[in-house]
């Protein structure tokens, strides 16, 4: 036997500091970017442990809440139905209960109109009766805060209205309503109809027995009217002015859901009619064919409240509770999101703007505004304990106004202006 075979066997590797060493990883210095080859030397100095504190503490990341947006408040209104004049003279205001439940600007941006309790219905619990209509004229007056005189014109409606895109100084709206009759059998039946004002001249055009109800939309060249139908809630009526321009008369109906539509638009140039429904679908019909051009289902648990066409008819907005999905028509490409995924704060989708870019949202503290693609945050106004109720865009996009119920003795409706700085620093433009 070989001397070789007797040799003791070599000791064990130092474990401890074998481990150590695969603790160190090299530091490279000043982190210039210069390679170091094999042969270059690392000093115990530069050795460093996967987990040592860093030499310095990062610099702040960029906020996901950062303000984009500033809202300026311009005009404000605040109105309640009743009043009395004491025998001293004195103005008291009665209290009551009611809210601002829909605002529209008109179509082009010279007044507000707003869907509020009528006072002669205003502790009714009955969910058919009819709210009325108030405007206010929408003025600027720079260096302080304009209040609103409110008009009312009598008109009756029912959870909605449309106004009609026309002439300057011209303001016709569309409003469906109730009126009780008795039926054959002596009991009251509802009647539905539909009433056609000119607000500007103070001028009723017409009264029409058609079966609609709201929610309510007009064409862009103001010749058709979409409604839900009074009888099937799945059903959409599309009517249009008969000859003098005044008269509804039903010109076609869309039946493509099987369950009650909630939102609709018309797709510029008379291209088509968006609908959604709650059978979960959006659909695109043409008006002509009645036929189904295009369409898309949503998984989402909740009703749509909210749908948005864009002014160019390419994307077409909607949003189901906390669900918001774009729809891009040329493409068919469809992009959802939650909103309690991409929101910091907890909030309530009021209103997307024209132009399906911003989303307005009831918050605790308010209201705020985001980017409808992305849902990031742009901007929040507090209203100091006013519960938001309403809220509505202009058609160029850059005013939005609020309503809110604060308390039994008033109903206000604010009205302001948003800046986008981010955008207006970048394009070298001021502030809109």
């Known amino acids: 036997m070989s001397d070789s075979s007797s040799a003791p066997p070599p ?16 530091s490279f210095g000043n982190g210039s970017g210069s390679n170091i080859g094999d042969n270059a030397s690392i000093t115990s100095s530069t050795r460093r442990r996967w987990d040592d ?85 929408v003025k600027e007056e720079s260096g302080r805060v304009r209040v609103a005189h409110t008009s009312y014109y009598g008109v009756r409606v029912h959870k909605g209205f449309a106004f009609r895109p026309g002439a300057v100084g011209e303001l016709v709206v569309a409003c469906p309503f109730y009126v009780k009759v008795k039926g054959g059998d002596g009991f009251d039946v509802r009647q539905p109809m539909v009433e056609v004002y000119d607000v500007g001249k ?34 959409v009526v599309v009517c249009g002015f008969g000859g003098n321009m005044k008269m509804l008369r039903v010109k076609t109906m869309v039946i493509k859901h099987t369950e009650e539509v909630t939102g609709m638009g018309f797709l510029p140039e008379g291209a088509g009619l968006v609908t959604a429904g709650r059978d979960g679908y959006v659909r695109v019909t043409d008006l002509h064919s ?20 864009s002014g160019d008819g390419k994307m077409v907005v909607t949003v189901w509770g906390r669900d918001v999905v ?5 493409t068919g490409r469809v992009h959802n999101y ?28 308010g209201f705020d505004v985001s980017d409808v693609a992305s849902g990031a945050f742009r901007g929040d106004f507090a209203t100091l304990g006013s519960v938001i109720t309403a809220a509505a865009f202009s058609n160029d996009c850059t005013k939005i106004a609020v309503g809110d119920f604060d308390g039994p ?17 970048f394009s070298g433009q001021v502030d809109r």
């Open 290 to 309: 009645g036929r189904t051009l295009k369409r898309i289902e949503i998984g989402a648990r909740a009703a749509c409240s909210i749908l948005q066409v």
């Open 338 to 365: 939650n909103l309690n995924v991409v929101r910091q704060a907890e909030g309530w989708p009021l209103a997307v703007s024209k132009d399906c870019r911003y989303l307005a949202c009831r918050t605790e503290d």
């Open 53 to 137: 504190p860093p030499d310095e503490e990062p610099g702040q990341m960029p906020s996901e809440n950062m303000t984009s947006m500033v809202f300026v408040k311009i005009m404000s209104a605040h109105h309640a139905n009743n009043t009395t004049t004491t025998s001293t003279g004195e103005v008291k205001t009665a209290g009551m209960q009611g809210e601002v439940s829909r605002l529209v600007f008109t179509p082009r941006d010279t007044h507000v109109a707003a869907l509020v309790p009528k006072h002669s219905n205003v502790k009714s619990f009955d969910p058919d009766e009819s709210g009325a209509l108030a405007v206010w004229a």
């Open 409 to 425: 003795q008033e109903r206000k409706f604010y009205y302001r202006t948003f800046n986008d700085f981010v955008n207006s620093y």
């Open 11 to 26: 000791p064990p590797p130092p474990f401890r500091a074998t481990v150590e060493e695969s603790l160190s990883v090299p």
């Open 202 to 235: 103070r001028i009723r055009w017409s009264k029409s027995e058609v079966p609609m109800r709201a929610p309510l939309v007009m064409s862009e060249d103001g010749g058709l009217v979409a409604g839900v139908s009074s009888k099937d809630g799945s059903r």
């Open 326 to 330: 774009l729809w891009y028509l040329e």
